[in-house]
Protein backbone atom coordinates (compact mmCIF):
# COMPACT_ATOMS: atom_id res chain seq x y z
CA UNK A 1 0.00 0.00 0.00
CA UNK A 2 1.27 3.77 -0.36
CA UNK A 3 2.67 4.69 2.58
CA UNK A 4 2.42 8.28 1.34
CA UNK A 5 -0.91 10.62 0.88
CA UNK A 6 -1.15 13.74 -0.38
CA UNK A 7 -3.33 16.70 -0.30
CA UNK A 8 -4.39 17.81 -2.29
CA UNK A 9 -4.88 15.83 -5.16
CA UNK A 10 -5.31 18.78 -7.70
CA UNK A 11 -4.43 22.17 -7.39
CA UNK A 12 -4.44 25.22 -10.20
CA UNK A 13 -3.31 28.76 -8.91
CA UNK A 14 -2.09 31.76 -10.66
CA UNK A 15 1.16 32.65 -11.57
CA UNK A 16 2.97 34.58 -8.62
CA UNK A 17 0.63 32.78 -6.11
CA UNK A 18 2.63 30.66 -3.74
CA UNK A 19 1.58 26.87 -4.23
CA UNK A 20 1.26 24.66 -0.87
CA UNK A 21 0.96 20.60 -1.37
CA UNK A 22 0.70 18.18 2.04
CA UNK A 23 1.84 14.83 2.37
CA UNK A 24 1.13 12.63 4.96
CA UNK A 25 2.76 8.85 6.28
CA UNK A 26 1.83 6.49 7.88
CA UNK A 27 4.75 4.81 9.67
CA UNK A 28 7.94 6.35 10.75
CA UNK A 29 10.60 7.51 8.63
CA UNK A 30 14.25 8.78 8.66
CA UNK A 31 14.02 10.90 5.58
CA UNK A 32 11.04 12.23 3.10
CA UNK A 33 12.08 13.73 -0.45
CA UNK A 34 9.96 15.29 -2.89
CA UNK A 35 10.18 15.23 -6.90
CA UNK A 36 8.57 16.77 -9.62
CA UNK A 37 7.51 14.99 -12.46
CA UNK A 38 6.76 16.95 -15.92
CA UNK A 39 3.88 15.20 -17.69
CA UNK A 40 5.39 11.99 -19.86
CA UNK A 41 8.92 12.63 -18.36
CA UNK A 42 10.83 11.08 -15.61
CA UNK A 43 11.05 12.73 -11.66
CA UNK A 44 13.61 15.20 -10.72
CA UNK A 45 14.82 15.06 -7.39
CA UNK A 46 13.50 18.63 -5.66
CA UNK A 47 14.56 18.03 -1.78
CA UNK A 48 15.32 15.84 0.86
CA UNK A 49 14.58 16.59 4.82
CA UNK A 50 15.73 14.12 7.25
CA UNK A 51 13.45 13.20 10.23
CA UNK A 52 15.41 15.10 12.70
CA UNK A 53 14.85 18.51 10.60
CA UNK A 54 11.91 20.33 10.49
CA UNK A 55 12.48 23.08 7.65
CA UNK A 56 14.62 22.90 4.75
CA UNK A 57 14.70 25.31 1.90
CA UNK A 58 15.89 25.43 -1.67
CA UNK A 59 15.19 28.77 -4.11
CA UNK A 60 11.89 28.91 -4.21
CA UNK A 61 10.88 25.78 -2.10
CA UNK A 62 10.13 25.60 1.35
CA UNK A 63 9.57 22.03 2.93
CA UNK A 64 8.31 21.54 6.55
CA UNK A 65 8.23 17.88 8.51
CA UNK A 66 6.58 17.00 11.21
CA UNK A 67 6.88 13.92 12.15
CA UNK A 68 4.63 14.06 15.27
CA UNK A 69 2.02 14.61 12.97
CA UNK A 70 3.55 12.24 10.58
CA UNK A 71 3.21 15.04 7.45
CA UNK A 72 5.11 17.35 5.27
CA UNK A 73 4.35 20.21 3.28
CA UNK A 74 6.15 21.35 -0.25
CA UNK A 75 5.88 25.68 -0.62
CA UNK A 76 6.27 26.95 -3.64
CA UNK A 77 6.94 30.82 -3.72
CA UNK A 78 5.69 33.18 -6.49
CA UNK A 79 4.90 30.08 -8.82
CA UNK A 80 5.51 30.37 -12.40
CA UNK A 81 3.64 28.24 -14.99
CA UNK A 82 6.93 26.47 -15.45
CA UNK A 83 6.51 24.67 -12.37
CA UNK A 84 3.12 23.07 -14.15
CA UNK A 85 3.95 19.70 -12.63
CA UNK A 86 2.99 16.38 -10.41
CA UNK A 87 4.50 16.56 -7.57
CA UNK A 88 4.99 13.24 -5.21
CA UNK A 89 6.22 12.79 -1.71
CA UNK A 90 8.44 9.30 -0.91
CA UNK A 91 9.48 8.17 2.04
CA UNK A 92 12.27 5.83 3.60
CA UNK A 93 11.86 3.99 6.73
CA UNK A 94 15.48 3.45 7.10
CA UNK A 95 18.96 5.50 5.31
CA UNK A 96 19.39 3.39 1.93
CA UNK A 97 15.52 1.37 1.98
CA UNK A 98 13.32 1.66 -0.93
CA UNK A 99 11.99 4.74 -0.99
CA UNK A 100 7.60 4.68 -1.22
CA UNK A 101 5.85 7.07 -3.30
CA UNK A 102 2.55 9.15 -2.49
CA UNK A 103 -0.31 9.64 -5.04
CA UNK A 104 0.98 12.71 -6.14
CA UNK A 105 -0.34 16.54 -6.26
CA UNK A 106 -0.96 17.68 -9.85
CA UNK A 107 -0.51 21.79 -9.89
CA UNK A 108 -1.16 23.96 -12.47
CA UNK A 109 0.09 27.66 -12.78
CA UNK A 110 -1.66 29.49 -14.54
CA UNK A 111 0.11 32.71 -16.60
CA UNK B 1 25.67 15.92 -11.98
CA UNK B 2 23.79 12.62 -12.17
CA UNK B 3 22.55 11.77 -15.56
CA UNK B 4 19.96 8.79 -15.58
CA UNK B 5 19.08 7.86 -19.29
CA UNK B 6 16.83 5.31 -20.89
CA UNK B 7 16.04 3.82 -24.17
CA UNK B 8 13.88 3.86 -25.73
CA UNK B 9 11.78 6.89 -25.06
CA UNK B 10 8.38 4.95 -26.23
CA UNK B 11 7.98 2.00 -28.22
CA UNK B 12 5.04 0.11 -29.96
CA UNK B 13 4.85 -3.40 -30.07
CA UNK B 14 2.63 -6.20 -31.08
CA UNK B 15 1.09 -8.57 -28.58
CA UNK B 16 3.20 -11.51 -27.69
CA UNK B 17 6.75 -9.68 -28.69
CA UNK B 18 8.67 -8.82 -26.28
CA UNK B 19 10.60 -5.61 -25.45
CA UNK B 20 13.95 -4.17 -23.90
CA UNK B 21 14.65 -1.11 -22.52
CA UNK B 22 17.88 -0.25 -21.31
CA UNK B 23 18.56 2.21 -18.33
CA UNK B 24 21.76 3.91 -17.82
CA UNK B 25 23.50 6.37 -15.29
CA UNK B 26 25.88 8.51 -17.25
CA UNK B 27 28.26 9.56 -15.12
CA UNK B 28 28.44 7.88 -12.04
CA UNK B 29 28.45 4.19 -10.72
CA UNK B 30 25.08 2.93 -9.72
CA UNK B 31 25.37 -0.25 -7.37
CA UNK B 32 21.80 -0.73 -7.28
CA UNK B 33 19.02 0.12 -9.97
CA UNK B 34 15.41 0.37 -9.37
CA UNK B 35 12.50 -0.19 -12.20
CA UNK B 36 9.50 1.22 -11.47
CA UNK B 37 6.16 1.59 -13.40
CA UNK B 38 3.48 3.98 -13.60
CA UNK B 39 0.01 4.17 -14.99
CA UNK B 40 -1.62 7.37 -15.96
CA UNK B 41 -2.55 9.79 -13.77
CA UNK B 42 -1.07 7.31 -10.39
CA UNK B 43 2.05 7.33 -8.75
CA UNK B 44 4.85 5.01 -9.25
CA UNK B 45 4.59 1.42 -8.31
CA UNK B 46 8.00 -0.86 -7.41
CA UNK B 47 8.71 -3.36 -9.43
CA UNK B 48 12.15 -4.21 -8.93
CA UNK B 49 15.08 -3.77 -7.54
CA UNK B 50 18.36 -4.56 -9.13
CA UNK B 51 22.17 -4.82 -7.94
CA UNK B 52 25.01 -5.00 -10.00
CA UNK B 53 26.11 -8.52 -10.40
CA UNK B 54 23.19 -10.42 -8.77
CA UNK B 55 19.49 -11.17 -9.32
CA UNK B 56 16.49 -8.71 -9.14
CA UNK B 57 14.17 -8.38 -6.23
CA UNK B 58 10.67 -8.42 -7.64
CA UNK B 59 7.91 -6.96 -5.50
CA UNK B 60 5.22 -8.94 -4.11
CA UNK B 61 2.32 -9.17 -7.62
CA UNK B 62 5.55 -8.70 -10.12
CA UNK B 63 6.20 -11.76 -12.23
CA UNK B 64 10.02 -12.12 -12.63
CA UNK B 65 9.88 -14.65 -15.67
CA UNK B 66 7.45 -11.84 -17.37
CA UNK B 67 10.17 -8.78 -16.63
CA UNK B 68 13.68 -10.28 -16.87
CA UNK B 69 16.09 -7.38 -15.33
CA UNK B 70 19.54 -7.84 -16.18
CA UNK B 71 22.12 -5.64 -13.90
CA UNK B 72 25.48 -6.47 -15.66
CA UNK B 73 27.32 -3.32 -15.05
CA UNK B 74 27.50 -0.19 -12.77
CA UNK B 75 26.29 1.67 -15.43
CA UNK B 76 23.53 -0.54 -16.94
CA UNK B 77 20.47 -2.29 -16.33
CA UNK B 78 17.82 -3.54 -18.74
CA UNK B 79 14.13 -4.52 -18.35
CA UNK B 80 13.01 -7.08 -20.81
CA UNK B 81 8.60 -7.43 -20.76
CA UNK B 82 8.24 -10.53 -22.34
CA UNK B 83 5.39 -11.84 -24.67
CA UNK B 84 3.99 -8.51 -23.88
CA UNK B 85 0.33 -7.96 -23.66
CA UNK B 86 -1.90 -4.86 -24.13
CA UNK B 87 -2.38 -4.58 -19.86
CA UNK B 88 1.69 -4.40 -20.51
CA UNK B 89 0.91 -0.66 -21.59
CA UNK B 90 2.70 1.74 -19.34
CA UNK B 91 5.23 4.24 -18.55
CA UNK B 92 8.44 2.61 -17.10
CA UNK B 93 11.20 4.83 -15.31
CA UNK B 94 13.96 3.38 -13.97
CA UNK B 95 16.46 5.10 -11.19
CA UNK B 96 19.83 4.71 -9.87
CA UNK B 97 21.31 5.12 -6.74
CA UNK B 98 25.23 5.84 -6.45
CA UNK B 99 27.61 3.54 -5.34
CA UNK B 100 29.75 4.77 -2.24
CA UNK B 101 29.25 5.87 1.51
CA UNK B 102 26.92 7.80 2.67
CA UNK B 103 25.09 8.50 -0.95
CA UNK B 104 22.46 5.63 -0.22
CA UNK B 105 19.54 8.30 -0.07
CA UNK B 106 19.12 9.75 -3.47
CA UNK B 107 18.30 8.96 -6.57
CA UNK B 108 18.34 9.74 -9.15
CA UNK B 109 15.58 8.80 -12.50
CA UNK B 110 15.54 8.58 -16.32
CA UNK B 111 13.05 9.95 -18.26
CA UNK B 112 11.30 6.91 -18.56
CA UNK B 113 9.71 4.72 -21.42
CA UNK B 114 6.82 4.76 -22.53
CA UNK B 115 5.04 1.00 -23.67
CA UNK B 116 2.43 0.44 -26.21
CA UNK B 117 0.88 -2.81 -26.67
CA UNK B 118 -1.26 -3.64 -29.77
Known amino acids: SQQGEEDPQALSIQEGENATMNCSYK?????LQWYRQNSGRGLVHLILIRSNEREKHSGRLRVTLDTSKKSSSLLITASRAADTASYFC???????????FGEGTQLTVNP | GAVVSQHPSRVICKSGTSVKIECRSLDFQATTMFWYRQFPKQSLMLMAT?????????EQGVEKDKFLINHASLTLSTLTVTSAHPEDSSFYICSARKAGNGSTDTQYFGPGTRLTVL
Open chain 2, 50 to 58: SNEGSKATY
Open chain 1, 27 to 31: TSINN
Open chain 1, 90 to 100: ATRKTSGSRLT
